[in-house]
């Protein structure tokens, strides 16, 4: 009986330690939000989401950063385009420019926010939605006329 009582007792608190959520500390928070606010932000990213593909994990250093009214991105294309670039160096989802139709909401459900905005490149247009988490965790999905929909999941960088 003592042995039951003492394995109920310690798979109730390993139960109890691992359902328990972790919140994020008030300073990371605060840190985020005046970084989102302030336009100044760098997001890193991991893992790619192709439309029609498996979801693809990312070994060398991708980003997107906003600067201001401006948006600089580094990040790869997996999935269908439906128009080759003409330059063979021109692959992937690269752009250094201003941001058109820049929009903050924020966003209940994650307790974060919702950034949207568009980008024209030299050869396309991009119209790109950012999801940050008030922990910094990140989506970002990115559309354009002349590629199939990616997303990528990554974080804000500190």
Not at 58 to 75: C, G, H, P, Q, V
Not at 83 to 103: C, L, M, R
Not at 109 to 133: E, M, Y
Request: with cysteine.
């Amino acid at each position: 009986m003592k042995k039951q009582f003492s394995f109920i007792a310690m798979l109730l608190l390993f139960l109890m330690s691992s359902c328990s959520t972790l919140r994020t500390a008030p300073e990371t928070i605060k840190e985020i939000t005046e970084k989102i606010e302030s336009k100044n932000f760098t997001i890193g990213v991991n893992y790619a989401n192709p439309l029609r593909m498996r979801p693809v994990y990312l070994t060398s250093e991708y980003e997107i950063r906003i600067k201001n009214d401006s948006a600089f991105a580094y990040l790869p294309y997996y999935g269908v385009a439906h128009v080759a670039p003409f330059d063979s160096n021109e692959g992937g989802i690269k752009f250094a420019e201003p941001v058109i139709d820049y929009t903050i909401k924020s966003n209940k459900k994650l307790n974060g926010w919702d950034i949207r905005f568009k980008v024209k490149s030299k050869a396309t247009q991009f119209d790109v939605l950012l999801s940050i988490a008030d922990n910094g965790n990140s989506t970002i999905t990115v559309n354009s006329y002349d590629r199939d929909m990616i997303s990528f999941n990554g974080e804000i960088k500190k």
